[in-house]
Structure formats: structure tokens, C-alpha cells
């Protein structure tokens, strides 16, 4: 050091001043987005790149860059991100960026600021490992730009990522890009969606290595519309999916539903034993039972009776079961061991039963019958007809307390499953459950007295998938909470619940709930000189939907079948006779019928009777313009009024 100084003596006064940093060059501003994309957008995908590795039939590597501006506050939501991760799942790094909308950086993004959060006790999870490593880039005021990259190396690859960058309406694509790396040796299976001309794979292979590249460019943002179909089968989409994989030694092909299915059957296999105890229980409850279904019944009532539902899901467990014995021990389960456990029960019972994984929930699409992939989140159980029956095909949901016997409904009904047998998996279908399942139906006595109010009582049954909603509340709240919820749906200007009471129907292959009411209606049909103008579709009007602006670019998906019927009679105040009824009216057509007459009885009071069945379907988006139509039709005819005349006296 000594001997430096002199050097530096001799140095400029001009060699010590500090150089300022240049600041970096500014991107991603929002003036280089083209107009056509920021045209009906609430934020725009500058960049989605991502890049897959398979490093082995056990491993793969996910990189992903992604960049998005924010145009408005309904764009937010893309301004934080969130990786999920676990013990087969390894977050490497995730890295941020925001910036304003001349493109200057605003901040970059600190390790301090990137949260952790367990997933322990969401959705009713008890036991995971799942985490999530998320940030929140949010800016006060829009427009601004996020850019995050990250990459997680998995070692579960019976699941491949998913490549949709459109991910929600109100989103424009700039530039997406995904390229997937794999061993010649692990050829990819992958499926192209709605792809865009010139969309298709662009392949390659060198050094033993094949190389599979999509590219997508300036897709406008999708705009949401009545019925349509979920966005996974609107915007362009890539899903993946491995021939051979490995999770944690355990080797499988997922080239076939046989194949997959062998997998999964193979993997709990074993696992049914049950103790002495609970066989000797099982003896005991069938004992003289000769039906097959009876005996199901007896077990399925056990089952709901002495254990609960608790999803474990660590590591191999989110696909292998505890074993029967510990569920029978324990008293819980999810809907693996549930499933498995009550299979045990019933071979007890000597009525043979499969295990089948299925896709769950109320607005889940069916799965894709010509891919086959992992595409399940949930395990039911299948007990098929005994050789020579005529009965029909018994599914059992193994995680409900309350469920009735037999009984899929919204969540697990209307699609497909993947049974698990001793040969491999079949693909099969779960009930299915149309109008004549899914019923409301109502009658409503309507008093209405000389100064304009009135009082009512409507008694409303409904059954099938109709009925799902209501059997959780019925279930899941105390009557307060269930009659604040009611109140609050019912769409009266002014009223007063003086009765509700919400009750299970009998034993009846399809359940039912029967919701009773009770109302106070001051001024509802106020006298207009000698005459009194009353809607009698007091409860079940169905309203028209906004007109269409511009050019409808969805399919029409009429997602449920029902059926409504409702009675209603008008008791009228003395000195007051009907002078005029609405005219009848019928409609029929492809989404469904609707009729509605009134007559006026001889015992003086008004009798109101609707029907209104709609269809289930998947029509072209020239067909919207008639179901716009179908449903003002209805409107209308809803809002008709019955006009009373006072008497001379």
C-alpha cells in the first residue's frame, strides 16, 4: 500500500470523481404495443417464454419468463405472481421487475419481498406440503409493466405443464413462445387446442435431443359472453403429456387410459386389508341382506357414520392411498384412503366395487376422452350391477357426511372417469343427470287485501343438481345463517320473511331439498283508481339477458338441463274480480320450452301456472341471436300482471 501512494499522488485530480451508472435503456413501454391488441384489453402479454427440459423419465426442468402490461385496474390481478411448490416440486428462483408505462425500471424485486405460505388448512386441506412462493408487483395506478422469471425443477413428471397464455378474457397476447426439450428416447405426447393458422409444432432433433416449438403472436383480448364455453376450450393451448414417467421409482406409461390406469391400480394395490374388528363389524350389519345394493347401502351409511374427510396430500400421497386398516383405526381419510377404504368394506360384503379417478367440481369441463393424461383431482367409487341385474350402475362419493346414497350431483356428474381395474383403466361415464332429474317445483298462495299489500306462503322443491346448493346449506349453516342467505337472494322491493324452513326429502335415488316460506308484502300491488295491476311470478322470473354488442365470436354452451314449474294462485280481496289475464303463451325451441297460462277459477281466485324446461347443448355462435330472443321472450311473459277491478258496491 506503502508503496501505491505515491502513484496515486500523481494522479489527476479528475482520475477520483465517481462515474454515475448510465440508467438502464427503457423497455416494454406501453406506446410499443400495437393499438389493435390494447383495443378492448385490460392488460397485454408482452412475453410468455417458456421452456421445458425432460431430463429424464423422472425429471424435468420448467423455466418460464413472463411479461405483462397492466392497462387498468381490472388487469390488476396480473400483477402479482404465484409458483407452487412441494417435496416433488422445487421452486430454483423467482425474480421481478416493474416498470412505469414510458418502460423505466420502478423497482426490482427483493428477496424480502417474495412470500411463503403453506396451503395447510385451504380448501378444507389438513396435511400438505404444497407451498407457494408468490410477489406482488401491484402498482397504485395503471398503466405499468410486471416481468417475473422463475423455474422449477419437478420430480413428478406424470404431469407436464400446461402452456395456455391467454389465461383469462380481457388478456392480449404480444409474444408466447414454448419450446420443450426431451431425450429422443422420451418422445413427447402433446395435443394442439384452437390453434391459430400456422400455429403448429415446429420439430427438430439433434445430439439425441428432439425439440418441439409453438409460437403464438397478437391475439386480441377475448371478451367474456353469456354462455359461452370455459376459456380452455376458446383460446390456443398446448397440453403435454409423457409416454413413460417415473415418480418416485414407481414407472409408468401414460400413453393409453389402460396404461395409466395399470399405473394407479398397481400402485395402491395391496393396500385393503382391513382389521378383525371391522370385518367382524362388516359380518354383523349384512348379516341376511341377500340384495347386493342393500348391503352397499348398510355400508355406505358405516362409512358415513364413522369417519370424516381430510385431504393428506405429502409427496406420493396426493396419488397413493393410506391403507384401509388406518382409516378403519383413524376414523378419517381423503378421498384416496375414503375411497379405498370403503372398497375394502364391500368386498366384506362380498359386493365387488372399482376405484375411479374423476375430474371434480360444479363448473369443471369434461376431461379430453382423446388424451390421455393425469386430468384428475379426485376419487370416487364404482360398484357395477350384479351379473344378471337389471339395476343400474351404483357411484359412491366417499368424502360427504350427508351425500345421498348413490348421488353425484353437480361435482362429479355429467362427465368422466377413469376406473381403476385388475387389467388397467377404462375410461367410463359418471350419471348424467337432465330435466328430469333437475327439478324446481313451486306453488305459491298469494292473499292480497283491499289497500295494496299482501301476504304469501310458497313451498319449493327441488331435486338433482338443482338441490346441490341448497343441500349444502342445509347441511353446512344453522338455520339463522340459512335464512339470512335466502333473504338475501330473494328479489322483492320491500318484505318480511315470516316463516323459512329448509328440510331433506325421504330416501329417493335422486335427493331433494323442500325450502318453506313465509311473506310479508306491504304495497305490493297498490289500487291505480278502481283497478290493482299484480305480477303473479312473484319468485321465479328469469331475466333477459344484455343485447350483444358486436360480432359474437363464442360457441353457445347451454352447460345444465332443468326443469321449472311453478303454481301460482292469487286469492283475491273481497269486492275485487279479474277483468284481465295475460295471454297465454308457449315457445319451443333448441334451447329449450316455456309455456304459461292463467285462469281464473270458479271459487274466485286467479290460478298462475309456468313451465320452463331448458336444454343442455353446444351450439355454433350464429345460434345466439335465437337464445338472446328465447330468453326477452321469457322476460316478458315473467313480468306479465293480472289486472283486478274493484266492484261497485
Not at 428477496?111 to 404444497?130: L, R
Not at 400413453?255 to 391400480?265: D, F, K, P, R, V
Not at 355454433?620 to 316478458?636: C, E, V
Amino acid at each position: 500500500m506503502k508503496n501505491l501512494l505515491p502513484l496515486l499522488a500523481a494522479l489527476p485530480l479528475s482520475s477520483f470523481l465517481l462515474v454515475t451508472p448510465a440508467a438502464p435503456a427503457p423497455k416494454y413501454a406501453v406506446a410499443d404495443i400495437p393499438a389493435a391488441l390494447r383495443e378492448g384489453a385490460h392488460a397485454v402479454l408482452r412475453a410468455d417464454d417458456e421452456v421445458v427440459t425432460v431430463k429424464s423419465a423422472g425429471r424435468l426442468v420448467h423455466t418460464v419468463h413472463r411479461v405483462v402490461t397492466v392497462l387498468d385496474a381490472a388487469g390488476d390481478d396480473l400483477g402479482r405472481h404465484a409458483v407452487s411448490y412441494d417435496a416433488l416440486n422445487a421452486v430454483s428462483y423467482l425474480r421481478g421487475a416493474v416498470y412505469d408505462g414510458d418502460g423505466r425500471l420502478l423497482h426490482q424485486l427483493r428477496a424480502a419481498e417474495i412470500h411463503d405460505q403453506g396451503m395447510g388448512d385451504a380448501g378444507g386441506s389438513f396435511m400438505t406440503d404444497v407451498r407457494v412462493r408468490y410477489a406482488d408487483l401491484r402498482q397504485p395506478q395503471a398503466p405499468y409493466t410486471v416481468e417475473f422469471d422463475y423455474e422449477v425443477v419437478s420430480d413428478n413428471t406424470l404431469f407436464y405443464p400446461k402452456w395456455q397464455p391467454q389465461e383469462t378474457e380481457g388478456l392480449a397476447v404480444q409474444s408466447a413462445t414454448l419450446r420443450v426439450i426431451t431425450p429422443a428416447a422420451l418422445p413427447l405426447r402433446y395435443q394442439e387446442r384452437q390453434l391459430p393458422a400456422g400455429g403448429a409444432v415446429a420439430r427438430s432433433t439433434a445430439g439425441g435431443l428432439e425439440t418441439y416449438q409453438w409460437q403464438l403472436a397478437d391475439l386480441p383480448a377475448v371478451e367474456e359472453e353469456e354462455a359461452a364455453p370455459p376459456l380452455a376450450y376458446a383460446t390456443p393451448a398446448v397440453a403435454l403429456a409423457p409416454g413413460t414417467f417415473e415418480v418416485q421409482g414407481h414407472k409408468g406409461s401414460a400413453a393409453t387410459w389402460q396404461s395409466l390406469g395399470q399405473w394407479n391400480y398397481e400402485l395402491n394395490a395391496g393396500r385393503d386389508q382391513l382389521p378383525a374388528a371391522t370385518l367382524a363389524k362388516v359380518t354383523a350389519l349384512v348379516k341376511d341382506v341377500p340384495d347386493a345394493r342393500e348391503r352397499a347401502r348398510r355400508i355406505y351409511e358405516m362409512l358415513q357414520s364413522s369417519t370424516r374427510y381430510i385431504s393428506i396430500q405429502l409427496g406420493l400421497g396426493g396419488w397413493q392411498t393410506f391403507p384401509a386398516s388406518s382409516v378403519a383405526g383413524n376414523g378419517y381419510g381423503d378421498c384416496k384412503a375414503l375411497s379405498n377404504y370403503t372398497k375394502a368394506l364391500l368386498t366384506a360384503a362380498d359386493v365387488p366395487s372399482y376405484v375411479a379417478l374423476v375430474g371434480s367440481g360444479n363448473d369443471r369441463p369434461d376431461l379430453r376422452a382423446d388424451f390421455p393424461s393425469s386430468q384428475f383431482d379426485h376419487v370416487i367409487l364404482c360398484v357395477p350391477p350384479a351379473k344378471g341385474s337389471r339395476a343400474d350402475t351404483l357411484w359412491l362419493e366417499c368424502t360427504s357426511q350427508t351425500d345421498r346414497f348413490g348421488y353425484m350431483g353437480s361435482f362429479t356428474g355429467n362427465r368422466h372417469a377413469l376406473l381403476l381395474t385388475p387389467e388397467g383403466g377404462k375410461l367410463v361415464a359418471t350419471p348424467r343427470y337432465g330435466a328430469t332429474e333437475n327439478r324446481q317445483v313451486r306453488r305459491i298462495d298469494l292473499f292480497l287485501d283491499a289497500v295494496g299489500s299482501a301476504t304469501a306462503t310458497a313451498r319449493t322443491l327441488r331435486t338433482g343438481q338443482d338441490q346441490d346448493f341448497y343441500a349444502q346449506l342445509l347441511h353446512g349453516l344453522g338455520p339463522t345463517e340459512q335464512k339470512k342467505y335466502v333473504t338475501d337472494q330473494l328479489r322483492l322491493p320491500t318484505f318480511t320473511l315470516t316463516k323459512f324452513n329448509l328440510a331433506a326429502t325421504p330416501a329417493s335415488p335422486v335427493p331433494g331439498v323442500v325450502e318453506t316460506l313465509g311473506l310479508s308484502l306491504p304495497g305490493f300491488a297498490m289500487p291505480s283508481g278502481k283497478r290493482v295491476f299484480v305480477t303473479a311470478n312473484l319468485l321465479s322470473r328469469l331475466p333477459a339477458l344484455p343485447a350483444q354488442i358486436g360480432e359474437r365470436k363464442a360457441p353457445v354452451w347451454l352447460s345444465d338441463a332443468c326443469l321449472h314449474a311453478d303454481t301460482v294462485r292469487l286469492h283475491l280481496p273481497a269486492g275485487f274480480r279479474a277483468e284481465t289475464l295475460p295471454a297465454a303463451v308457449q315457445l319451443s325451441t333448441a334451447y329449450g320450452t316455456y309455456a304459461s297460462h292463467y285462469l281464473a277459477l270458479p271459487d274466485g281466485t286467479v290460478q298462475y301456472i309456468r313451465r320452463l324446461e331448458l336444454k343442455r347443448g353446444k351450439l355454433p355462435s350464429t345460434a345466439y341471436a335465437g337464445y338472446l330472443d328465447f330468453r326477452r321472450k321469457i322476460s316478458i311473459a315473467d313480468k306479465a300482471q293480472v289486472v283486478l277491478l274493484k266492484l261497485e258496491s
